[in-house]
């Protein structure tokens, strides 16, 4: 199973590094041509390119890092911890440019650590081993993609829509009460995400812990199972993050003015 698994990864040489070149040129051409930017310029183009750049430099690092920090506990810790911070941050300038982006570290953090903690006590999730990084890391990066779509959305919402707040705030609605009426409907959608991945798991998609257990010799059962686990902590997390997100805005701590 193991000789398998190996033939079927991906060869590190040339061609792998010509490929991801390719494709990557690929993506911000598309999107300079196609101006695929709020506006309509290709500023997106640019983004693109650093990202991938920025990718491969954290990825080799990272490679790195995590062979020493499994066994290390604190620097596994402390691993950790940089993994909410730099979330917490790209959620929060996602959403603000101003000084409330900080909010954010509740949505992205909030639902994140008690599943870890139950895990890590029912002994489901050892303190020491490899498993920790990886399934902390889905679910903080579950409630980074929530975060940010549900904050983007309701502060969208609210400066679109903001008739409709005013005329709620004139019916006599508390100020909390009438941002909700605006901005939670809009802010559910970025549920719809995880929501459509679990649904048709196995039909469209096979996720990545799926494939990486069984390219790394695991029984498909086994590796179906710890993607059910996975997808199934995702809804949670992304649930809790999207609430915390709708409430942050509601009471106007996570806003868009100057």
């Known amino acids: 199973m193991r000789n398998l698994a190996a033939q079927a990864l991906l060869p590190v040489n040339t061609a792998l590094a010509v490929a991801l070149l390719v494709l990557l040129l690929a993506a911000a051409t598309t999107a300079a041509v196609f101006r695929l930017a709020p506006d309509s310029t290709r500023g997106r183009a640019r983004e693109i390119l650093v ?64 599943v870890v903690t139950g895990l890590t006590l029912a002994g489901l999730l050892p303190v020491g081993g490899i498993a920790m990084i990886p399934v902390t890391g889905i679910l903080i990066g579950g409630a980074l993609t929530a975060t940010v779509l549900a904050g983007r959305r309701a502060l969208d919402e609210l400066r679109t829509r903001i008739g409709e707040y005013e005329a709620g705030i004139a019916l006599g609605l508390p100020d909390r009460d009438a941002r909700l009426e605006v901005i939670r409907p809009a802010a559910s959608d970025a549920l719809l995400p995880g929501l459509d991945q679990t649904r048709t798991v196995g039909l469209v998609t096979l996720p990545g812990a799926f494939v990486g257990m069984l390219l790394g010799g695991a029984s498909p059962a086994l590796a179906g199972a710890v993607q059910l686990f996975v997808l199934i902590a995702l809804m949670a997390v992304q649930a809790v993050a999207v609430a915390l997100t709708v409430e942050l805005a509601a009471r106007g701590r996570l806003h868009r003015e100057a």
Not at 56 to 62: D, E, G, P, R
Not at 88 to 96: L, S, V
């Open 51 to 114: 990202a991938g750049a920025r990718a491969t430099a954290q990825l080799a690092v990272v490679s790195l890092v995590i062979a020493w920090v499994v066994h290390h506990t604190a620097a596994l810790f402390g691993f950790l911890l940089l993994m909410f911070a730099v979330a917490a941050r790209t959620a929060g300038r996602r959403i603000t440019p101003n000084d409330t982006w900080w909010w954010a570290a509740l949505p992205v953090a909030g639902p994140v650590v008690p």
